[in-house]
């Protein structure tokens, strides 16, 4: 067979490419150097609800006026005018094109990757190409991972029992938290909370109503720390950890002595406290002063002796350190 013998007349060419356009599965819009319609595929028809015989011939501004002033309009100026491609920004573009996944029943728009391309035709006028790919799908999946990786984030960063900032968490505000205290040349305040015979109150109790007082604790101090910066973490079992970024000594003394009659006032009963028959907390503070910073094993070492001799004198206390001396409240 001869190469010329080989070769498909034009007209049957022409008709394979329209086949195949109709036949793929994305939306393939070709317009003319007029604007105007002079492919609409299968595809198109399926998801618009219009047929190609609605649409062949048209001014595709006529059939999509909203889309002049958009990006979509921009980019078929650009194609037809300066042989200038473009693909959408999904972002900005989720769904120029009214399509549906069912046209009949309408519903939420099928999300959307666009593509314009110019098409020189030989012999004609400059042409141009929109490709319309139906991303639903991927995007729902991008929607479902963020929305997982933010559950993990949430599950890594919260303590479960409680609610509040779990040890992890903790960690590392204190070292963030300490870094931009000393950037900005600012006090850094740290109490240890921590639940006086906790392990008597959930051998009497129960290890049931153990988790509710934990938890009845727990809501009470994250409703005294008001400021955004503030942070309230469970440090381990009936301990608490509260972080108060810009806050000397005098302004977390008396938070801390707030938050120590608060708890007291809950009077949550615990038989085997002793005098005060319920439940009450001791809270050591440590506070980072410049021209003095410290690293975060030190500022914590600090309030945790100074909650060691709060337990020491008697509970329900709160004690300070302050230049290596500590000064307690006492309740």
Same mark, same amino acid.
């Given at each position: 067979?001869?190469?010329?013998? &080989?070769?498909?007349?034009? *007209?049957?060419?022409?008709? #394979?490419?329209? &086949?195949v356009?109709s036949? /793929?599965?994305l939306?393939?819009i070709?317009?003319?150097?007029?604007?105007?319609?002079?492919?609409?595929?299968?595809w198109?028809?399926?998801?618009?609800?219009c047929?190609? &015989? *609605? /649409?062949l011939?048209?001014?595709?501004?006529?059939?999509y006026?909203?889309l002049? %002033? %958009?990006?979509?309009?921009?980019?078929?100026?650009?194609?037809l005018?300066?042989?200038f491609?473009?693909?959408? &920004?999904?972002?900005?573009?989720?769904?120029?094109? *009214?399509l549906?996944?069912n046209? *009949?029943?309408?519903?939420?728009?099928?999300?959307?990757?666009?593509?314009?391309?110019?098409?020189?035709?030989?012999?004609?006028?400059?042409?141009? #190409?929109?490709?319309?790919?139906d991303v639903?799908? /991927?995007?729902?999946?991008?929607?479902? =991972?963020?929305d997982?990786t933010?559950?993990?984030?949430?599950?890594?960063?919260?303590?479960g029992l409680?609610?509040?900032?779990?040890?992890? +968490?903790?960690?590392?505000?204190?070292?963030?938290?300490?870094?931009r205290?000393?950037?900005?040349?600012?006090?850094?305040?740290?109490?240890m909370?921590?639940?006086?015979?906790?392990?008597?109150?959930?051998?009497?109790?129960?290890?049931q %109503?153990?988790?509710?007082? =934990?938890?009845?604790?727990?809501?009470?101090l994250?409703e005294?720390?008001?400021r955004?910066?503030?942070?309230?973490?469970?440090?381990?079992?009936?301990?608490?950890?509260?972080?108060?970024?810009?806050?000397?000594?005098?302004?977390?003394?008396?938070? /801390?002595?707030?938050?120590?009659?608060?708890?007291?006032g809950?009077?949550?009963? +615990?038989?085997?406290?002793?005098?005060?028959?319920?439940?009450?907390v001791?809270?050591?503070?440590?506070?980072?002063n410049?021209?003095?910073p410290?690293?975060?094993?030190?500022?914590?070492?600090?309030?945790?002796?100074a909650?060691y001799?709060?337990?020491?004198?008697?509970?329900?206390?709160?004690?300070?350190?302050?230049?290596?001396?500590?000064?307690?409240?006492?309740g």
């Amino acid at each position: 067979m001869t190469e010329t013998g &080989s070769m498909q007349p034009d *007209a049957q060419r022409l008709s #394979l490419l329209e &086949s195949v356009l109709s036949a /793929a599965n994305l939306g393939a819009i070709v317009l003319d150097s007029e604007r105007r319609i002079v492919l609409w595929n299968r595809w198109m028809e399926r998801h618009s609800g219009c047929p190609a &015989s *609605a /649409a062949l011939g048209v001014d595709f501004f006529t059939l999509y006026p909203d889309l002049l %002033q %958009q990006r979509v309009g921009t980019a078929i100026g650009q194609a037809l005018r300066d042989n200038f491609p473009s693909l959408l &920004s999904q972002t900005l573009n989720k769904a120029p094109f *009214a399509l549906y996944a069912n046209a *009949a029943l309408r519903g939420e728009r099928m999300q959307q990757a666009v593509a314009i391309t110019p098409v020189d035709v030989a012999g004609a006028t400059r042409h141009c #190409l929109i490709q319309i790919n139906d991303v639903s799908n /991927a995007v729902g999946r991008e929607k479902l =991972l963020r929305d997982q990786t933010l559950v993990l984030r949430t599950e890594t960063f919260l303590d479960g029992l409680t609610g509040v900032a779990n040890r992890r +968490h903790f960690d590392v505000a204190m070292e963030k938290e300490l870094r931009r205290a000393k950037r900005i040349d600012s006090a850094l305040s740290l109490l240890m909370i921590d639940i006086d015979s906790f392990k008597s109150y959930n051998d009497h109790y129960g290890h049931q %109503q153990g988790d509710a007082c =934990l938890i009845k604790v727990a809501a009470t101090l994250a409703e005294m720390l008001q400021r955004p910066g503030d942070l309230l973490a469970r440090y381990g079992g009936e301990e608490f950890a509260a972080i108060l970024p810009e806050t000397d000594a005098a302004h977390a003394l008396q938070l /801390a002595e707030a938050i120590r009659a608060r708890i007291c006032g809950l009077d949550i009963s +615990h038989a085997r406290a002793g005098a005060t028959k319920h439940i009450t907390v001791c809270i050591g503070i440590a506070t980072m002063n410049i021209p003095n910073p410290v690293d975060s094993d030190a500022l914590i070492g600090a309030a945790d002796r100074a909650l060691y001799l709060a337990k020491h004198a008697g509970r329900n206390r709160v004690m300070a350190q302050s230049q290596g001396k500590a000064r307690q409240e006492i309740g």
